[in-house]
């Protein structure tokens, strides 16, 4: 398995803007997970799905902030607006049920100026 | 709410030495896991080593052991012979245990910067 796949790696986007996050968790996984991290905060959870419905959202912070998972190989976190504080490395993580490890992608850096 | 705290942001150690990264956590949760991830300059999150709770023997995988102390909630992360490739962000993790999907997530602590010199 290739693991888990982020897309893209880097995102420089102008504030108001839409952006849209993706990822692919690994085969067969079904947890799915958005961090965010950055310097000030460090690595906070925002949302986690299990089997597609999302179970815990209170990390998500504010309206602007929106994840979806159609199906279980494929997750998409928007932010619309962005603004410049949402600069930051956005991680996703998959884990199944079985196992407590949460394999990580390889995380999209996000710039909004 | 479960809290992680790492007080080291930096640490150095000489090639080949022994480094000891520390990490204590606050819960009411009396079964749990702990973890410890590796974060190197390409930013990839990487399990290093982990240990349940209810388990006494301290973890180890090769050159990586833990010092758990359930009664002092104390997990920290001992590195021998250490590596170049060691140098990275180490970060220590808390997640509940039980099958209940609401206890899946990880709680991280701020990290410990480890530069290993030649």
């Known amino acids: 398995d290739a693991g888990v796949i982020q897309s893209p790696r880097h995102e420089v986007t102008e504030m108001g803007q839409e952006v849209t996050l993706r990822c692919k968790p690994i085969s067969g996984h079904d947890y799915l997970f958005w961090y965010r991290q950055t310097m000030m905060r460090g690595l906070e959870l925002l949302i986690y799905?299990?089997?597609?419905?999302?179970?815990?959202d209170s990390g998500m912070p504010e309206d602007r902030f929106s994840a979806k998972m159609p199906n279980a190989s494929f997750s998409t976190l928007k932010i619309q607006p962005s603004e410049p504080r949402d600069s930051a490395v956005y991680f996703c993580?998959?884990?199944?049920?079985?196992?407590?490890?949460?394999?990580f992608g390889q995380g999209t850096r996000l710039t909004v100026v | 709410a479960q809290t992680v705290t790492q007080s080291q942001p930096e640490m150095s150690v000489q090639e080949a030495e022994t480094v000891t990264l520390s990490c204590t956590y606050d819960t009411s949760e009396s079964n749990y896991y702990l973890f410890w991830y590796k974060q190197p300059p390409s930013r990839q999150m990487i399990l290093v080593i982990r240990q349940e709770a209810y388990k006494q023997q301290n973890a180890t995988e090769n050159r990586f052991s833990v010092n758990f102390q359930k009664a002092a909630k104390s997990f920290s992360l001992k590195i021998s012979d250490s590596q170049l490739g060691d140098t990275a962000m180490y970060f220590c993790?808390?997640?509940?245990?039980?099958?209940?999907?609401?206890?899946?997530?990880?709680?991280f602590g701020s990290g410990t910067r480890l530069q290993v010199q030649p």
């Open positions: 799905f299990n089997n597609n419905v999302p179970i815990d």
């Open positions: 993790a808390f997640m509940k245990r039980g099958m209940d999907t609401g206890r899946r997530a990880l709680t």
């Open positions: 993580a998959s884990s199944d049920q079985g196992n407590t490890e949460a394999f």
